[in-house]
């Protein structure tokens, strides 16, 4: 894994609010193409911030920040959003579907900032909707559907565009234990397929599934626990 | 490093996406769009249906001129510098008959403190405002009229006690046929109905006036034979050049006093003062639209404000600020047409329903629809540009967050 392409470098980066909370202190990361990691830490530790620096959402106040090669302070606003487009797909607690639309529409959205027209999104959302076993739900909306079954609709649209990096905010914190376990297993097939995951979380037992682990509390990053060789 | 930098592929979408992504959001709350499109509809069937019913009345006018004829001239005498009502030398009917280019002239003479009643039974004062009036014998081929019922005065006729009425007056007197047992008490004497006209367009005074033959007309009140109005049908090519010269022609002492029209212009001013009232519904309509508009700028903000998640999810998905600006800018505009759209269905359904009603042709101008739509198109934008620019200047982070 060490060999891999850097994806994501975080070189002593802080975060201070407006009104003067620091959320983070000289946090220095290195995700490597391929890996799957998780960012633990209770609520309140600024593992949310970082999670926002990483998907370009926010910027950092000190430290620089590379994602894919690009260091994000040489990019515009309307630049972030390229990256965004491109480069990196969000899986988020609260899914954030559209509950007007039909799951396929709503996965094909993923797609709507990349110029691709949309009998392609359509074929790629359908493709990407049987790779998470949701076909046959492809016409519902959003309402219909049990909380694991929405956010695997989310991380279909997350992964619709092939993104090198996946950042999952909580994505099983809505969901009893089965569900959760059904999502997290979707996101290590991910991981087996070569791409690049970042979890979110504070469950411990999410945390111990996945095999790197680094833990924020107070917005400094206390361990960085690689499990190099298989138990 | 910055010469070895990937380059970025920008973030894109058609004009067909933003479209159906602004429809998507529309979609999703039917019945605030209904409620804040309805305004906007209101106003624009007001102001549709009003210019489309002026528009079908004022084309209903134009044939009705058409066919009565713009060659028409009414020669009258002037209130003289006393005030005194004047009159017209006797001579001037056939002064005026002899002018080139005229091709029918014929008179009529108001018969003063003559009045006609239903019987002899009425109070004096109740006159009805109905005038008498000696006439000519070919009056109604000049001024382009016809009986309704029975028959026009003739050489017969005008000397007998016998009485045409216009149509107005016809109704005012209670007098719906003809025939030797219909009549009417006119100066002092009964005077047998023989004929009742249609209404007379041009010549609105006859609708109110009782005709009696010339001389019979000798024998009534302190008549004189002078005439008070002469109608003067002119070659239609040589209108303006026979106006020219009536006054003089009509009386060479003093042409001054005399007061030359054609109805067909009096007509076209009487629509021209309900054009007044057009505009006031007109304005009304302005105002609706306006309001309107204020309300899809409310719709607007308070979707901006509840869909912040939305808003912060699509910037997730690369969305850049032009392009949410450009999704609720897209949604003011299509909630702003689609009302106008109904307005405009809405005003010329009114304007054929009231058209039928009255026996006009519908006519909406293009243009009328045309502008309606141009107007609630550029009022969206209006209405949706705050709003747009607020979604757009949102924070991502603070978004996602639902703050």
């Known amino acids: 894994m060490t060999g891999g392409r850097i994806v994501v470098e975080l070189d002593g980066v802080g975060k201070l609010h407006p009104g003067g909370v620091r959320a983070l202190h000289d946090v220095s990361l290195t995700v490597r193409s391929g890996e799957l990691l998780g960012i633990?830490?209770?609520?309140?530790?600024?593992?949310?911030?970082?999670?926002?620096?990483?998907?370009?959402?926010?910027?950092?106040?000190?430290?620089?920040?590379?994602?894919?090669?690009?260091?994000?302070?040489?990019?515009?606003?309307?630049?972030?959003?390229?990256?965004?487009?491109?480069?990196i797909g969000f899986v988020f607690q609260q899914f954030h579907l559209a509950p007007g639309l039909s799951v396929v529409d709503n996965v094909a959205d993923g797609l709507v900032y990349c110029g691709v027209p949309r009998a392609r999104r359509l074929a790629a959302a359908a493709a990407v909707l049987e790779r998470v076993g949701l076909t046959h739900r492809s016409t519902h909306r959003p309402h219909e559907l049990s909380g694991g079954e929405r956010q695997r609709v989310a991380i279909a649209r997350a992964?619709?565009?092939?993104?090198?990096?996946?950042?999952?905010?909580?994505?099983?914190?809505?969901?009893?234990?089965?569900?959760g376990a059904v999502v997290l297993a979707l996101l290590h097939d991910l991981h087996d397929d070569g791409t690049t995951v970042v979890v979110i979380t504070h469950d411990e037992d999410v945390a111990r599934s996945l095999p790197r682990r680094v833990e924020i509390r107070d917005g400094r990053k206390v361990v960085d626990h690689s499990e190099r060789t298989p138990a | 490093m910055t010469t070895d930098r990937p380059r970025l592929d920008p973030s894109r979408t058609s004009p067909g996406d933003l479209v159906r992504v602004a429809g998507d959001g529309l979609r999703a709350r039917p019945m605030r769009v209904v409620l804040s499109a309805l305004g906007i509809a209101l106003g624009i069937a007001a102001m549709v249906s009003v210019l489309g019913i002026s528009s079908s009345s004022r084309a209903t006018l134009d044939a009705q001129i058409e066919a009565l004829g713009t060659n028409l001239l009414t020669v009258g005498p002037d209130d003289d510098v006393f005030g005194d009502e004047g009159h017209l030398p006797d001579s001037a009917t056939p002064m005026i008959g002899a002018v080139d280019g005229v091709e029918s002239v014929s008179a009529v003479a108001v018969l003063p403190k003559v009045k006609v009643y239903r019987t002899d039974q009425v109070p004096e004062a109740e006159s009805g405002g109905i005038a008498v009036m000696a006439a000519d014998l070919d009056l109604l081929e000049t001024v382009g009229t016809h009986p309704v019922a029975g028959s026009y005065l003739n050489r017969a006729t005008r000397d007998l006690p016998v009485v045409v009425l216009g149509h107005t007056a016809a109704a005012r007197l209670g007098v719906a046929?003809?025939?030797?047992?219909?009549?009417?008490?006119?100066?002092?004497?009964?005077?047998?109905?023989?004929?009742?006209?249609?209404?007379?367009?041009?010549?609105?005074?006859?609708?109110?006036?009782?005709?009696?033959?010339?001389?019979?007309?000798?024998?009534?009140?302190?008549?004189?034979?002078h005439p008070t109005t002469i109608y003067t049908r002119t070659d239609p090519d040589r209108v303006t050049e026979v106006r020219s010269v009536l006054a003089a022609t009509a009386n060479p002492a003093s042409p001054d006093q005399v007061s030359v029209s054609r109805p067909s212009d009096a007509l076209a001013a009487k629509q021209a003062a309900d054009a007044t009232l057009d505009s006031l519904v007109l304005g009304l309509g302005v105002v609706a639209v306006v309001v309107g508009g204020v309300g899809v700028a409310n719709t607007m903000v308070l979707s901006v404000l509840e869909r912040r998640e939305e808003i912060g999810l699509r910037r997730s998905l690369g969305a850049t600020r032009a392009h949410v600006r450009h999704q609720f800018l897209a949604e003011a505009v299509i909630l702003s047409v689609l009302g106008g759209l109904v307005g405009v269905l809405g005003g010329v359904l009114l304007t054929a329903v009231y058209a039928t009603a009255h026996g006009w042709p519908t006519v909406v101008p293009w243009w009328v629809s045309a502008a309606g739509l141009a107007v609630t198109a550029v009022l969206g934008g209006a209405a949706g540009l705050y709003p747009a620019v607020r979604a757009s200047r949102m924070s991502p982070t603070e978004a996602l967050a639902g703050r």
């Open chain 1, 40 to 87: 633990v830490g209770p609520s309140g530790s600024g593992k949310s911030t970082l999670l926002n620096l990483l998907g370009t959402l926010d910027r950092p106040t000190s430290g620089r920040i590379a994602i894919d090669g690009h260091e994000l302070d040489r990019l515009d606003d309307d630049e972030l959003s390229a990256l965004r487009a491109r480069t």
């Open chain 2, 177 to 225: 046929g003809v025939g030797p047992d219909r009549q009417v008490f006119l100066g002092e004497q009964w005077f047998t109905v023989t004929g009742i006209l249609a209404p007379t367009p041009l010549a609105p005074e006859l609708d109110t006036a009782a005709l009696v033959g010339w001389p019979a007309a000798d024998g009534l009140g302190t008549f004189e034979g």
């Open chain 1, 159 to 179: 992964v619709i565009g092939r993104p090198p990096l996946v950042l999952a905010d909580e994505p099983t914190g809505n969901l009893d234990s089965r569900a």
